[in-house]
């Protein structure tokens, strides 16, 4: 029998240290002309997740479909489930605000409206946080979305959940029209470590 001697990177020389709040894991930056997923995968060292309490994505993202706007979606764990997933989300482009919300959507974890083909060189900004990821609870995300597209600006904020009590393991992102995700299109996770020290 093998014994995973492993320690988290907040051990240092067998003493708790207090690391930095968030640890960057992993960068993908769409490379080419586009590509039709982006996937980030627990692994090990400071990229094996089970040692933080949130992740953190941060994510500049167009996408190639043929309109003003498309949306961005993601299942967790290789978990396509339609059952599994629901949302609420907030809406506004500075003259009108919308809200909306469905259970058991086939589209995952939503961010909402990015910037697509017609909003030429616009790129929209996505800050995803997923919480308690290792918790055996229920997981919520929280996804806050801004675009110009080419002048006709958009906000939103969604709450998401991931109806699972399993660990978040792997991320995969996905235009939720089918189209591909623009080249440029950049993905930066982080993982946020629990507060492991008194002040």
């Known amino acids: 029998m093998t014994v995973n001697t492993a320690t988290p990177d907040y051990i240092v020389d067998s003493t708790l240290t207090d690391g930095e709040a968030w640890v960057p894991l992993a960068t993908t930056v769409v490379s080419g002309t586009s590509t039709a997923t982006v996937t980030f995968t627990s692994t090990t060292g400071a990229n094996d997740w089970s040692q933080y309490m949130d992740l953190i994505l941060i994510i500049y993202v167009a996408s190639l479909r043929a309109t003003a706007d498309s949306q ?75 675009s110009d597209r080419d002048g006709a600006g958009q906000v939103s904020t969604t709450g998401n959940l991931w109806l699972s009590q399993a660990p978040i393991t792997s991320i995969v992102f996905s ?25």
Do not use: E, W
């Open 72 to 146: 961005l979606k993601c299942f967790l764990s290789g978990d396509t489930t339609t059952t599994n997933y629901a949302y609420q989300s907030f809406v506004g482009d500075g003259s009108s605000a919308s809200a909306a919300g469905a259970t058991g959507v086939s589209t995952g974890i939503d961010t909402r409206h990015i910037p697509a083909a017609s909003s030429t060189n616009v790129f929209g900004a996505i800050k995803m946080n997923f919480f308690d990821v290792n918790s055996g609870k229920f997981k919520s995300v929280i996804t806050n979305t801004a």
């Open 175 to 199: 235009d939720l029209n089918g189209a591909n995700i623009t080249a440029d299109s950049r993905f930066d996770l982080f993982g946020v470590l629990p507060r492991m020290v008194t002040a």
